[in-house]
């Protein structure tokens, strides 16, 4: 089973195929096509027809960049946006009253939940039953997120003087819509409504563009390539083979790398696409495999999926005003709800636990390694494509399956003969060639110098980053025009 796919609902990938590909960020239909039109499109609009027509033109951009993945799901965004329109009204005309809040807070709950839980609960229940294969609209658990803070800020009076259609814009933006930032609609939705906003503004364009070159070539150059190491072994895994210790590790190793550039390139991507905009987006990514222990990988990895289950999942459970044992429990639970928001899959649920486990236990996890170490190894179960495959990838990286190294490796250094065994090739690492283990080693250490070492692209100069993006242009354009295969970013199954 591919890594694309990360959860058992009837996947949009599979269903529509030949849209797919069409409009994603890193696609030449994208970059050369859809962003420069939108940008000529919405600036135009705002110099001849006013603000509001240039705020139409962008939900219009926006609308269809959601519906080209599936146009039968943007009547059902449109619905939830009126809804809970309608909702923020009352709730504002009542803010004293819980009623409506909790009324609206339900209803994008139930929402989310048939449409991404409905068959999981059914199978988990009566596994038996004949499934539901009802079809995840695209981008559900993003907006469903930030249409319950922009109730919660309708209460709380963040938001004043309700704009239908800055409410519109800003949660139907293309830049974020399909894999976040999850924005606090109270901090974006002001910015939709400035004077200056459809004003090109050269500096904005530029840093935009910066960002937006620079998270290509983290998706393009680097996530996809260690991508194809991990599929080798996690897919191999999901055979049931007997995967041996380096082959566990390096495919472990890999895809920990191919999810940190594959989402951080995706983040800087919508930081600088609404940057061209006039759109400021809140930071979701900083260098967290950096962190000194987990809950500072919490304040560095998804930033703002962090603040939002901190807000509104942990803060309402007690937070830790309820004693130790209590906090602990709470941040459990917060981490579970967490690990399931990522997908209708006990793996999910798995991970998410395991985390929240390390973040009650937070303590006894202030090493630097050991906060790596755990965040490595928890990605087995959320990567592996049911919890036999993690069983059998964590049976490889504990050696039970044999510890094993090329034939060459071992001609050339004859003393790890007296350690591991000899084989022609590593089947599961790589293209299985003879050069296979030289080249993915080399390629770790790289990627892992790089997220370990290197600065934030963010704390970068301008200066900085043109050399960045000149260093690796030539590697983006191949890779952009001339790879086998479109590979979408990880949390667009989300």
């Known amino acids: 089973m591919s890594s694309d796919i990360f959860h058992d609902e009837v996947n949009l990938w599979l269903l529509f195929p030949a849209h797919a590909p069409r409009v994603l960020f890193h696609t030449p239909a994208f970059a050369l096509g859809f962003l420069p039109i939108a940008l000529i499109a919405f600036f135009l609009c705002g110099r001849y ?42 709730i504002a005309a009542r803010p004293s009253s819980r009623a409506w809040l909790t009324g609206g807070i339900a209803f994008n ?26 079809a995840l609209p695209l981008a559900i658990s993003f ?22 259609l800055s409410y519109v814009a800003c949660i139907t933006f293309f830049p ?42 983290k998706k393009l150059v680097l996530a996809d390539l260690f991508g194809r190491f ?9 055979q049931n083979a007997a995967l041996t210790f380096f082959e566990a590790w390096y495919a472990t190793l890999a895809y920990a790398l191919q999810i940190y550039f594959d989402f951080s390139g995706y983040s800087d991507m919508a930081i600088g696409l609404a940057l061209m905009f006039n759109i400021r987006f809140p930071l979701n990514f900083l260098s967290p495999y950096q962190a000194r222990d987990i809950g500072d990988f919490w304040r560095r990895w998804h930033i703002t999926l962090g603040q939002f289950l901190r807000d509104h999942v942990y803060i309402p459970l007690g937070g830790n005003r309820a004693g130790p044992a209590r906090y602990r429990l709470n941040l459990v639970l917060t981490m579970l709800i967490g690990g399931l928001w990522h997908g209708a899959a006990w793996k999910f649920v798995l ?38 495959a ?43 060639r003879t050069l296979s283990f030289p080249e993915v080693t080399v390629c770790l250490l790289l990627g892992w110098t790089i997220v370990l070492f290197a600065p934030q692209v963010h704390a970068l100069s301008l200066r900085a980053r043109r050399w960045a993006i000149a260093a690796g242009f030539a590697l983006t354009v191949q890779a952009m025009f001339f790879a086998p295969r479109v590979a979408p970013f990880l949390y667009f199954q989300f």
């Open 176 to 217: 974020h819509i399909v894999a976040g930032p999850i924005v606090r609609p109270a901090e974006i939705m002001p910015q939709f409504a400035a004077a200056d906003l459809t004003r090109p503004n050269r500096a904005n364009l530029t840093e935009g563009l910066s960002l937006f070159l620079l998270g290509l070539a």
């Open 390 to 432: 993690a069983w059998a990838m964590a049976r490889g990286l504990l050696g039970l399956n044999g510890i094993a190294l090329p034939t060459m490796i071992l001609d050339a250094v004859p003393t790890l003969g007296l350690l591991v065994d000899r084989t022609p090739v590593l089947p599961y690492l790589g293209d299985a």
């Open 351 to 388: 991970w998410g636990g395991i985390h929240g486990v390390l973040l009650a236990l937070l303590p006894l996890g202030r090493s630097r390694l050991f906060v790596l170490l755990a965040v490595v190894l928890s990605w087995v179960p959320f990567r592996a494509d049911s919890l036999p």
């Open 143 to 164: 907006f469903t997120f930030q249409q319950i803070m922009f109730l919660t800020d309708s209460r709380t009076g963040r938001i004043s003087g309700l704009n239908p």
């Open 49 to 90: 027809g006013g603000h509001r027509a240039a705020m139409l033109c962008l939900v219009l951009f926006s609308l269809t960049f959601y519906g080209w993945w599936n146009p039968i799901h943007v009547p059902l965004l449109l619905g939830s946006l009126a809804a809970n329109l309608f909702f923020a009204r009352r």
């Open 109 to 134: 709950l139930l929402l989310l939940g048939w449409f991404k839980y409905a068959d999981f609960a059914a199978q988990t229940v009566a596994p038996d039953s004949p499934r539901l294969n009802i």
């Open 230 to 238: 991990a599929d080798t072994g996690f897919d191999a895994a999901e």
